[in-house]
């Protein structure tokens, strides 16, 4: 990547103090209307000191030869916040019980101001996301970048992927048209075959041992509160760890110490 | 890693690191590149491909297929691919189980300091393999279809009745195929060789009696057809007169 070019020193770094009785900083209504902003943040950092966090954050450094396949995991994201985004508005007109959960999607489709167009990102969405979660999970295998010290960060990916898999098993059904209501009657007893917790998996996922009434708002409360709130907050946590450990450097990329090191070393050895 | 590998990696990463870029705006620039064209994706696909609704659900029609989304295929796939009945639990949900349990566990099992992917021969294969099968078994499941066609010849038992016979057979036959039973059973030529076990001579395996009672009260994974019989006891008469005559 080219790098970006540094401004110009000023010619004059210096500048030469203020005369005595001179007032400091910005002067008349204009000047303080521009500091405006400045004076914002600074009241807030004052009170939270979020600055270093940030700071930290953005400005740690990202090793030699990070590529493009450093994106799918950011990229990963993106297609949550999408989903997320989108989902709110569908939220907003879905109806979640077995009579009028249908006729709300069609509602949504036919009716809404590019309601079709919002439901088909959110439907697609899903596959996307669901695409590039597993690209993710494939680069950070194929690169080793869950060996030491990032075990724990695999930990928390693999349990983001479940969750994302639950996401769209627990959507599927909530157009609630044939082919999702069918799909998930037979998604809902494979669980049941499940060894110890699957009847009990089964009958939660219900909400009793048919389906029932209930079974589609138990469905709705997972799927637009249950799991995207642990995944919200374990992406958090993942994205923590990740600014913490720093991303690795492609497994390739040799490390050379920079020059003055190595003749240092030369010196000291016998 | 032993302790000498992780000081080591330490070291080489922290010098790595303290040659390469900040994250601002360097990574941030790639990464906003990348959301622009997931973006634009996804955009693509609802223009392109839309949300259409099938049919509304109807827990008494026999008009569906149980098919999960895209992503679920190989999953379902492994219920087709292991057959024995016996092995069937294994197949729902220990293989999966295993599987998830050997993902999370990975990086306490392969411990080695090795990071390049072509000296790291084990990892590498298992992984070009689980890919490989991963996205066999989704096409498999892609190439499936939706299975709503059964063509079974009128048995001689059945034609030697009189056409009454034969019409409750054919009227049987259609409200099987359109209750998708093909999408997990055989039936002579038509249908997928499992999970389920093959109809094909269920009749002579199994008297009416006993195959009414596994349709209203199947094993999982198979639906319970007890709201059909219900709702439509002619219809559901004749799913159970057709399987019956399956001899
Ligand atoms: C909701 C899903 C996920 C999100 C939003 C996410 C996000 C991220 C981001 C932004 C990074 C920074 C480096 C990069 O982008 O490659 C990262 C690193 C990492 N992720 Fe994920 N991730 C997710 C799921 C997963 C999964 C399923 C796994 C594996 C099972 C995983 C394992 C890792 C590991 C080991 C790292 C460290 C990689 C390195 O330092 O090179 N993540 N993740």
Redesign the pocket.
């Known amino acids: 990547m080219a790098k970006i070019k540094l401004p110009a020193t000023p010619s004059n770094p210096l500048s030469s103090p203020k005369r005595p009785g001179k007032k400091y900083g910005p002067s008349g209504v204009m000047g303080h209307a521009g500091e405006a902003g400045v004076t914002a943040v600074d009241w807030i950092d004052e009170r939270t000191s979020l600055s270093g966090g940030l700071r930290w954050a953005m400005f740690r450094k990202v090793p030699k030869g990070t590529n493009w396949f450093?994106?799918?995991?950011?990229a990963?994201?993106f297609a949550?916040l999408s989903q997320a985004v989108t989902g709110v508005f569908l939220a907003m007109y879905y109806d979640p019980s077995a009579t009028r959960a249908y006729e709300s999607i069609q509602y949504i489709n036919n009716d809404v101001f590019l309601g079709e167009f919002v439901h088909g990102m959110h439907r697609w969405g899903s596959s996307v996301m669901v695409i590039l979660?597993f690209l993710?999970?494939g680069?950070?295998f194929f690169?080793g970048?869950?060996k030491y010290p990032?075990e724990l960060?695999?930990v928390i990916?693999?349990a983001?992927?479940v969750m994302?898999m639950t996401m769209s098993f627990s959507g599927y059904l909530l157009p609630f048209d044939q082919r999702s209501y069918w799909a998930t009657i037979v998604g809902v007893n494979i669980n049941g075959t499940g060894p110890l917790v699957g009847p009990y998996l089964s009958e939660f996922l219900r909400a009793g041992p048919y389906f029932g009434a209930t079974t589609l708002s138990r469905f709705y409360a997972i799927h637009m509160l249950m799991v995207p709130g642990a995944?919200a907050a374990l992406?958090g946590f993942?994205?923590y760890l990740?600014a913490k450990?720093?991303?690795?450097a492609p497994p390739w990329i040799k490390a050379k110490p920079p020059e003055e090191l190595r003749e240092e070393k030369v010196t000291v050895d016998p | 890693m032993n302790k000498e590998q992780k000081e080591q990696y330490l070291r080489d990463y922290g010098t790595l690191k303290s040659q390469g870029k900040p994250f601002f705006p360097y990574a941030v620039a790639k990464d906003s590149a990348m959301a622009i064209v997931v973006m634009a994706v996804i955009i693509a696909m609802s223009i392109v491909l839309g949300a259409e609704l099938g049919p509304k659900a109807d827990p008494t029609s026999t008009t569906y297929t149980p098919r999960p989304e895209w992503y679920f295929f190989f999953l379902f796939e492994l219920l087709r691919v292991i057959k024995p009945p016996a092995l069937v639990p294994l197949a729902t949900i220990g293989v999966p189980t295993i599987c998830l349990i050997l993902?999370f566990l990975l990086p306490f099992y392969d411990r080695g300091p090795e990071r390049r992917p072509e000296r790291r021969p084990i990892a590498t294969t298992a992984g070009i393999f689980v890919v490989c099968a991963i996205g066999y078994l989704t096409y498999l499941g892609a190439a499936a279809g939706p299975p709503t066609q059964i063509d079974i010849p009128v048995p001689a038992n059945v034609s030697s009745q009189g056409p009454e016979a034969v019409a409750n057979f054919e009227a049987g036959s259609q409200v099987v195929a359109q209750s998708g039973c093909a999408a997990c059973h055989k039936f002579g030529e038509n249908g997928n060789s499992g999970p389920g076990p093959s109809l094909t001579k269920i009749g002579a395996r199994l008297p009416a009696q006993a195959i009414q009672r596994t349709l209203l009260n199947p094993s999982a994974p198979m639906p319970s057809f007890s709201a059909l019989s219900e709702e439509s006891p002619t219809q559901f008469a004749q799913m159970v007169g057709f399987l019956a005559a399956l001899k």
């Open positions: 450093y994106t799918l995991g950011s990963t994201m949550f979660i993710h999970m680069r950070t690169f970048a869950y990032r960060n695999w990916g693999v983001l992927l994302t995944i992406m993942h994205l990740v450990l720093g991303t690795t | 993902l």
